[in-house]
């Protein structure tokens, strides 16, 4: 983890696009940048795990990462996943429990970062930002929940293909192949399924020239083919 100076100017056009203090004045948003630190961590590394302390919520400026729960047995499932303009780790500072689930990076991300005495006092002096978060806390558990009802549902080809299809929207910039930077794992991990069914699945893909597998990467030739197989 690295920590970053300056740019305010910077981060005060992020906090404008996040929804959560979008009913903010200039002058406001400039308060809120004064005290927001700038932290850079690499790809794969933890923010914070499951069961630790959280005094700190986190805006990501740039870069992904995901929230994750783990099992005592070794598995894990992914809750959500973070990319510029979303903000993680309000939960612990807003009900003083531990933090609920491990956020890592999921590639090179840089975040700003709002320590909780700075948060309370921003929820005191702007109710419209405590309206604006719980709107977006509801949004993320709608997600999360609609996810695991399809999984428990859906076949392993179809959580697969949903969760690849989900990191294909996520990704996408412009028309055309789509690369998405995910190991066979992780994309098991997100869709629930094991590694080697995973695999299995991907292996069909590619055969049907969908997607073409690389190191730690796929890319995505035909996303309206691939959401055939979901249901």
Same mark, same amino acid.
């Given at each position: !983890? *690295?920590? !970053? ?7 005060? +056009? ?15 948003? #400039?308060?809120? &940048? /004064? %005290? &927001? ?22 805006? %990501? /400026? ?30 612990? !500072? ?12 999921? =590639?090179?991300?840089? $975040? ?22 719980? @709107? @977006? ?11 695991? @009802? ?17 990191? %294909? +929207?996520?990704?996408?910039? @412009? =028309? *055309?192949?789509?690369?998405?930077? &995910?190991?066979?794992?992780?994309? &098991? ?17 590619? /055969? ?10 796929? +890319? $995505? ?5 691939? #959401?055939?197989?979901?249901?």
């Amino acid at each position: !983890m *690295g920590f !970053m100076s300056g740019g305010s100017e910077e981060t005060i +056009t992020l906090l404008s696009r996040v929804p959560v203090f979008s009913t903010l004045s200039a002058d406001e948003l #400039e308060r809120v &940048a /004064r %005290v &927001a630190m700038q932290r850079r961590f690499e790809s794969g590394e933890v923010v914070f795990k499951e069961g630790d302390e959280g005094s700190t919520c986190y805006i %990501v /400026r740039s870069g992904r990462a995901r929230a994750i729960r783990e099992h005592p047995d070794g598995r894990s499932i992914t809750l959500a996943h973070f990319k510029p303009g979303d903000i993680f780790g309000e939960m612990a !500072m807003l009900d003083g429990e531990r933090r609920s689930a491990t956020v890592e990076t999921t =590639e090179g991300t840089e $975040v700003i970062a709002l320590l909780s005495t700075d948060m309370h006092r921003l929820l005191r002096e702007y109710p419209d930002i405590s309206i604006k978060l719980i @709107a @977006a806390l509801g949004q993320r558990l709608r997600e999360t929940n609609e996810r695991l @009802a399809r999984q428990s549902f859906q076949t392993v080809q179809s959580r697969v293909a949903a969760a690849l299809s989900q990191l %294909v +929207t996520a990704a996408r910039e @412009a =028309e *055309g192949d789509v690369v998405v930077t &995910a190991t066979q794992a992780e994309l &098991a991990q997100l869709a629930g399924s094991s590694r080697e069914s995973a695999s299995r699945f991907l292996a069909v893909l590619e /055969r049907a020239g969908i997607i073409t597998q690389g190191r730690g990467r796929l +890319t $995505v030739h035909d996303q309206e083919a691939l #959401e055939r197989y979901v249901y």
